[in-house]
């Protein structure tokens, strides 16, 4: 036999390659052998749905609990009761573990129980679901002209709406908990609502089909956004929106009538092609010019397919006494910050701001709002926290004003206010008065855009301050269409400690065109043992 030169040493470099591996594949079976006995202790995780919870516990026995209570427990095709239930005679060993409630799935469960172990296990169940089909078509002999345009809802147990997607021939495929009705709402603009009930179970899938008619022209749920306005107040405040429904398409005009019934407005409103409708006046005549103060009826009329007219009227007044501007809130009432005006909101109209304040005197902030639930009534209230490096608290005060002349014809504006604020410790707001009971007398006189107010007050602090204190305030106010400012001072005598405090700042209020969004910045100085300075801004709306 003949042997080629170098074949030995070949077959001696393929052993070694042959052994190099074989140990590499050694090292890595020994590592995952290592790494399988290392899970041992974690084997009742394994089999667990990744939703439920298990733990692993010294003690002895099987804890389930399940999400809703209540659910039927096998253990290895053993019923053992209901959820939550513990079980103390179980050997150790596999086991599967089985939850049974009606309108849900069978959940399952495997686990392994050590014999110095306890599981406690918490499983989340899932609802049953069930398949329905459902088809949306017109009905027989419908206009072919019609848009058609629907759209699905689930109804849910609270009567609320859940929109389903539809495909483009209006069928969808709906998955919805089983073993149980539903309703199922059909609705386009221009047909009527149908409403149909379908049963679900997993089983067999539910089909239906839902058939819409064309609606009928309405006209309904008619409101108007402000029943007496003031055309010279900014934006939307100066404004009236008319509202109401219809059922289907059609066209329709606004027009304005005088007390004389003369039409000093008239305007086309856009094609309905939605059921909510809504359109704007804004006080003045077809030419612009601004009408003067007075009842007026807005009166709209539509015509539906057949030519037939459907008409609503609304009452309107236009009242140049009502004015509407943002008013700080820093000294419990609506006002200037350190004097309170007489001026109320109309009736329904309510304004809501937030902000901080830095200083010498700390971090406060501060959440407040002004609402009048009728006219000539105020009532105010304040949340704020004040926060520094060695101290924190929280206050509430709250305030009730009636207004008993606005400055209209007489110019001269009155009011009467009565506040309360409770404070923690830490919790007294700065440019307030402090914690107490007051009763406050704003007047002002007005000149065009300005107010000049002045305003005395009592102040009891409660049982340690029997003898009221004395607040004399004061300020000047500048309305213009955007922006509200103005400078204001207040002295506080308390008789009972012998001490004053004098505060004066200066503010402005911002209406950012052309929403109603206010900002509102505002600085100034608190002089009592020691002289103090503050600087804050805020944010808010008013309406």
């Not at 036999?1 to 594949?25: S, T, W």
């Not at 667990?48 to 809703?68: C, F, T, W």
């Not at 039927?72 to 103390?88: K, M, Q």
């Not at 105020?378 to 060695?390: P, S």
Request: with cysteine.
């Amino acid at each position: 036999m003949v042997e080629f030169p170098g074949k030995r040493q070949a077959y001696g470099r393929l052993n070694d390659y042959y052994i190099c591996h074989y140990n590499k594949y050694m090292r890595k079976a020994r590592f995952a052998f290592i790494f399988f006995f290392a899970l041992i202790p974690f084997a009742p995780l394994l089999w667990a749905n990744d939703r439920d919870k298990i733990e692993d516990v010294a003690g002895k026995g099987l804890e389930i609990q399940s999400n809703p209570s209540g659910a039927r427990v096998f253990i290895n095709g053993v019923e053992y009761g209901l959820t939550p239930i513990y079980i103390d005679n179980l050997q150790p060993g596999k086991y599967g573990i089985e939850l049974h409630k009606d309108e849900y799935e069978i959940h399952t469960i495997t686990v392994i129980l050590r014999e110095d172990s306890r599981l406690i296990i918490t499983a989340e169940m899932e609802s049953a679901r069930g398949l329905a089909y459902v088809s949306i078509q017109k009905a027989p002999n419908s206009p072919e002209d019609l848009p058609f345009i629907p759209e699905l809802f689930t109804v849910t147990h609270d009567n609320s709406f859940v929109s389903v997607p539809l495909s483009y021939d209006n069928k969808a495929v709906l998955n919805l908990a089983s073993n149980r009705h539903h309703a199922i709402r059909a609705r386009a603009f221009g047909w009527e609502d149908e409403t149909i009930t379908l049963f679900v179970n997993s089983q067999n899938p539910a089909e239906a089909a839902i058939t819409m008619k064309p609606a009928v022209f309405n006209m309904e749920n008619a409101s108007v956004s402000r029943k007496r306005f003031n055309p010279m107040n900014p934006h939307s405040l100066g404004e009236v929106d008319y509202r109401f429904e219809v059922s289907t398409h059609g066209q329709g005009t606004i027009t304005i009538f005088d007390l004389n019934g003369n039409a000093v407005y008239k305007k086309h409103l856009e094609p309905f092609d939605t059921w909510i409708q809504q359109t704007t006046w804004n006080g003045r005549d077809i030419s612009g010019n601004l009408l003067p103060q007075g009842f007026y009826t807005a009166e709209i009329e539509a015509k539906d397919a057949s030519g037939e007219i459907h008409a609503l009227n609304f009452e309107t007044e236009i009242n140049y006494s009502i004015s509407i501007f943002p008013l700080s809130l820093e000294n419990m009432s609506g006002g200037l910050t350190f004097v309170l005006m007489p001026h109320t909101l109309p009736e329904g109209s309510y304004q809501f701001n937030a902000g901080v304040i830095f200083g010498s005197f700390g971090f406060p902030f501060k959440i407040n709002m002004r609402i009048s639930p009728f006219n000539k009534f105020e009532i105010t209230t304040v949340f704020n926290i004040n926060a520094d490096k060695t101290q924190a608290g929280w206050g509430i005060s709250g305030s009730a004003k009636y207004n008993f002349l606005d400055g209209g014809d007489f110019p001269l504006a009155l009011s009467a206010s009565i506040s309360y604020a409770w404070a923690s410790n830490a919790g007294e707001y700065m440019l307030s008065p402090g914690k107490g009971v007051g009763i406050h007398v704003p007047l002002s006189l007005e000149k065009e855009n300005f107010s000049v107010i002045f305003c005395p007050s009592v102040f009891w602090r409660g049982p340690e301050g029997i003898v009221p204190d004395l607040l004399l305030g004061a300020g000047v106010l500048y309305r213009g269409s955007w922006i509200t400012c103005g400078i204001s001072a207040r002295g506080e005598i308390n008789f009972t400690e012998n001490k004053f405090r004098l505060l004066a700042g200066i503010e402005g209020h911002l209406i950012l065109p052309p929403s109603n969004f206010i900002i509102t910045l505002h600085s100034g100085i608190i002089s009592a043992a020691d002289i103090g300075w503050y600087a804050g801004m805020g944010i808010g709306f008013i309406y």
